[in-house]
């Protein structure tokens, strides 16, 4: 496509997005006491599945399943500052792990039987078994200037859109962002600190290993890269352009395009947490499509989630990135909806209820 027809998609798909379904939700809560446990005994597994409900527009919801988790991978120039101690040929390293199935994320989603696609849109190289779709070889160093140019930008959201696009015609259910680019958490924190509002120093940590020294480089790059951008979050298609990464990018045309056809989007780590933000610039109703699977130990996803007013499902010390969190999180989202469709009401059993 030209950059007028990238343009023009990404506007037929954010004005193709609803809000969920207020009534639907309020419906799904009412469901909710009517079923054979004390009101709000499953926590967290009932807000989801009435969240669910507002997505499908329809109470109960459907089970999402199929689930497909899409891992977008790129290089970024910013590791040329030294902010990560691993080479950058571990993204290429890991991608091809990832399709080989020996990689973390391989296990949990053949375990949870949701399907894996691993979407090379900016890696330095291509590799054999990981699907083609480069914009560029690499984003630019955000710390010296923009990351992408628009056209690059708008390319990559592309990329993300037509996958959306592409699994909604399959019969995917729900939709899964996951990633790998060594130098990602930088282009995370800058992006939590423009859309957040919160100090670089504040939201930029570790990431793979990045400490002492490095972390400072870290911190003074991100700080470097909104402020030599100006970026600002009242120009989120620049701002994901100055300081975002490739795949940030396309993870944000996922995210709309499964907005868009009414799919539930589950979000992995504090990287694609950092694109939901700029997704939620783009069009607000569209936070309503996303649940957060964890809160991992990247302290920018606490700025995130609490932007994006969503509760993470798990609390487990993740930090891997690669959409691992969200597969791992995919059997309790599908359980939140098979308790609205398959547990009995206190009628249908014979179950007297609370006389309180």
Request: proline letters at 5%; charged letters at 15%.
């Amino acid at each position: 496509m030209t950059a007028s027809e990238q343009h023009s998609h990404l506007n037929e798909t954010l004005a193709a997005i609803r809000p969920v379904a207020a009534e639907c939700i309020a419906e799904a809560a009412e469901r909710q006491l009517t079923l054979t446990k004390p009101p709000g005994s499953l926590g967290e597994l009932e807000s989801i599945g009435n969240r669910l409900a507002g997505i499908a527009r329809c109470c109960p919801p459907p089970i999402p399943d199929p689930a497909l988790l899409v891992v977008f991978a790129a290089d970024h120039g910013v590791q040329a500052q030294g902010v990560s101690p691993w080479p950058q040929a571990v993204t290429r390293q890991m991608a091809l792990n990832i399709v080989s199935g020996g990689a973390a994320v391989s296990v949990l989603a053949r375990s949870h039987g949701a399907e894996l696609r691993v979407v090379d849109v900016g890696m330095l190289e291509p590799v054999d078994g990981v699907e083609d779709r480069r914009v560029r070889s690499g984003s630019a160093d955000l710390s010296e200037g923009p990351a992408m140019t628009e056209d690059e930008l708008l390319q990559a959201i592309g990329v993300g859109l037509a996958v959306a696009d592409e699994a909604a015609k399959a019969g995917f259910r729900c939709l899964l962002g996951g990633e790998v680019g060594i130098g990602n958490t930088t282009a995370s924190a800058a992006l939590i600190s423009v859309f957040t509002g919160a100090a670089a120093e504040v939201v930029t940590g570790a990431g793979a290993g990045a400490a002492g020294e490095m972390l400072q480089r870290k911190r003074e790059a991100v700080r470097r890269g909104i402020e030599v951008n100006g970026a600002t979050a009242d120009a989120p298609l620049a701002a994901l352009a100055a300081v975002g990464g490739l795949e940030h990018a396309a993870l944000v045309g996922l995210m709309l395009g499964g907005a868009a056809h009414g799919l539930p989007v589950i979000l992995d780590g504090v990287i694609v947490c950092s694109a939901a933000l700029a997704a939620q610039a783009l069009c607000p109703a569209a936070s309503g499509y996303f649940i957060a699977a964890h809160n991992g130990t990247e302290p920018g996803i606490v700025e995130a989630l609490r932007a994006l007013d969503l509760h993470q499902i798990l609390d487990l010390g993740l930090r891997l990135g690669e959409g691992s969190g969200a597969v791992a999180a995919l059997p309790l989202v599908r359980s939140a909806a098979a308790i609205l469709r398959e547990m009995a009401t206190f009628s249908s059993a014979g179950v007297s209820g609370s006389t309180v």
